[in-house]
């Protein structure tokens, strides 16, 4: 795309609202409706955007865990787009996908597409990169930052953010005056940041991994934040799958789930290993980015948390979190306090229908985790990830 024109991301917005709506999502949904019905046992197809956040579901395949399962799997189908992996999701192209947590909320609510959360696909993972020159937050007023999406966890932190150091967020065409205490948000696919950033069409972006590392490695930009250092293990992307296979389809449901908890276990134990089987030098080229920005995330140099933490990139230091991590528990708590945060985020388009949803009511229909206390059970409990043996926790949001 052009970088001088953002109305291709805007496009792509606009159909993506008039997807997630009842009347938009209705052909999706028969699609999905006359698949199912021709082909009851359909395998195992994922739908993934090539960001790190797709790891437990790309090393699942990877290392044979659905197979393991006794399940079948079809190779990974790589999209484009959030809007390609919505439209793919609903008319039943594919069956299991990682998805922005606060997208999930907007897709059962907005538009009555019948999918819940069985599970998180990791935790932190993202960040806040700025131009070399900036070094505090306030420099970004009068600047365009680019989100992800407006209905994204980058969205909601970046705009807690910008208010407490007294910027106001705005949604305004790329070519708007901006007052010097607005910050324009634009959106804007994750490879398209890095050259904008280096281009000076935008002063930074808030976007999942390895694309902050990316402009770390071309040395375009610099990590002034990261979101997990906010808000403490946030979820970012979760496993999203139809209810119509969680009903109608429990046992290999569970193995699905299963297969997914097994690679994050993986994954914690082998995260070097993980960077390399999802680099495009990997046998299975799931993703186009190269190792050493792979391991900039997920095997990062000791060092480069004492750079963080001297640059305030971290600032919760007791935190000790990792650059991402991952644990599969949809914590009911964090469901509900991001449907509270979502009530008063900025966001383009229609978000009336937030106002109706009651945080423990949301939390309690959105996910089903069912299959995931099972799973989480035959790999040892909790504490395989690191964490203690309850499924309740506080959030914990601290800019």
């Given at each position: 795309?052009?970088?001088?024109?953002?109305?291709?991301?805007?496009?792509?917005?606009?159909?993506?609202?008039?997807?997630?709506?009842?009347?938009?999502?209705?052909?999706?949904?028969?699609?999905?409706?006359?698949?199912?019905?021709?082909?009851?046992?359909?395998?195992?197809?994922?739908?993934?955007?090539?960001?790190?956040?797709?790891?437990?579901?790309?090393?699942?395949?990877?290392?044979?865990?659905?197979?393991?399962?006794?399940?079948?799997?079809?190779?990974?189908?790589?999209?484009?787009?959030?809007?390609?992996?919505?439209?793919?999701?609903?008319?039943?192209?594919?069956?299991?996908?990682?998805?922005?947590?606060?997208?999930?909320?907007?897709?059962?609510?907005?538009?009555?597409?019948?999918?819940?959360?069985?599970?998180?696909?990791?935790?932190?993972?993202?960040?806040?990169?700025?131009?070399?020159?900036?070094?505090?937050?306030?420099?970004?007023?009068?600047?365009?930052?680019?989100?992800?999406?407006?209905?994204?966890?980058?969205?909601?932190?970046?705009?807690?953010?910008?208010?407490?150091?007294?910027?106001?967020?705005?949604?305004?065409?790329?070519?708007?005056?901006?007052?010097?205490?607005?910050?324009?948000?634009?959106?804007?696919?994750p490879s398209d940041m890095p050259p904008a950033l280096a281009s000076k069409r935008i002063a930074g972006y808030i976007v999942a991994e390895p694309f902050n590392a990316l402009a770390e490695e071309l040395k375009v930009g610099r990590v002034q934040r990261f979101t997990g250092d906010v808000w403490r293990n946030h979820a970012c992307c979760v496993v999203f799958m139809h209810e119509q296979d969680l009903n109608n389809r429990p046992e290999w449901s569970q193995k699905?789930?299963?297969?997914?908890?097994?690679?994050?276990?993986?994954?914690?134990?082998?995260?070097?290993?993980?960077?390399?089987?999802?680099?495009?030098?990997?046998?299975?080229?799931?993703?186009?980015?190269?190792?050493?920005?792979?391991?900039?995330?997920?095997?990062?140099?000791?060092?480069?948390?004492?750079?963080?933490?001297?640059?305030?990139?971290?600032?919760?230091?007791?935190?000790?979190?990792?650059?991402?991590?991952?644990?599969?528990?949809?914590?009911?708590?964090?469901?509900?306090?991001?449907?509270?945060?979502?009530?008063?985020?900025?966001?383009?388009?229609?978000?009336?229908?937030?106002?109706?949803?009651?945080?423990?009511?949301?939390?309690?229909?959105?996910?089903?985790?069912?299959?995931?206390?099972?799973?989480?059970?035959?790999?040892?409990?909790?504490?395989?990830?690191?964490?203690?043996?309850?499924?309740?926790?506080?959030?914990?949001?601290?800019?």
């Amino acid at each position: 795309m052009c970088l001088d024109d953002f109305t291709h991301t805007r496009r792509d917005f606009l159909k993506l609202s008039a997807l997630l709506t009842a009347g938009g999502a209705l052909p999706l949904l028969n699609s999905l409706n006359a698949r199912a019905a021709s082909e009851p046992n359909a395998p195992v197809r994922i739908g993934y955007l090539p960001i790190t956040d797709a790891t437990p579901l790309l090393v699942a395949h990877n290392n044979g865990l659905f197979e393991a399962e006794g399940i079948q799997a079809e190779r990974p189908v790589l999209l484009r787009s959030w809007v390609q992996v919505i439209e793919a999701f609903i008319s039943g192209q594919v069956n299991v996908i990682h998805l922005l947590s606060p997208m999930t909320v907007w897709a059962r609510y907005g538009s009555k597409v019948p999918a819940k959360v069985v599970a998180w696909n990791h935790v932190g993972g993202s960040g806040l990169t700025v131009a070399p020159g900036i070094t505090e937050v306030k420099q970004l007023g009068g600047q365009s930052v680019a989100i992800p999406f407006w209905y994204s966890i980058h969205n909601v932190v970046v705009q807690q953010l910008f208010r407490d150091h007294g910027l106001v967020p705005v949604s305004k065409s790329a070519s708007a005056a901006l007052a010097p205490n607005e910050v324009n948000l634009l959106v804007l696919p994750p490879s398209d940041m890095p050259p904008a950033l280096a281009s000076k069409r935008i002063a930074g972006y808030i976007v999942a991994e390895p694309f902050n590392a990316l402009a770390e490695e071309l040395k375009v930009g610099r990590v002034q934040r990261f979101t997990g250092d906010v808000w403490r293990n946030h979820a970012c992307c979760v496993v999203f799958m139809h209810e119509q296979d969680l009903n109608n389809r429990p046992e290999w449901s569970q193995k699905v789930v299963n297969a997914i908890v097994k690679a994050q276990v993986w994954t914690r134990d082998n995260r070097a290993e993980a960077a390399k089987l999802l680099s495009k030098d990997g046998e299975n080229r799931y993703t186009p980015h190269a190792q050493p920005v792979l391991d900039r995330v997920l095997s990062p140099a000791t060092s480069d948390r004492e750079q963080y933490l001297a640059s305030g990139a971290i600032q919760h230091s007791h935190w000790d979190e990792q650059r991402i991590d991952f644990q599969p528990y949809p914590f009911p708590s964090y469901t509900e306090e991001l449907v509270k945060r979502l009530k008063d985020t900025l966001i383009e388009g229609d978000k009336g229908f937030l106002a109706n949803l009651d945080p423990q009511q949301t939390a309690r229909d959105l996910v089903d985790d069912r299959f995931v206390r099972n799973a989480i059970a035959t790999v040892g409990g909790m504490k395989a990830f690191g964490l203690p043996e309850s499924f309740d926790r506080s959030e914990e949001f601290s800019l």
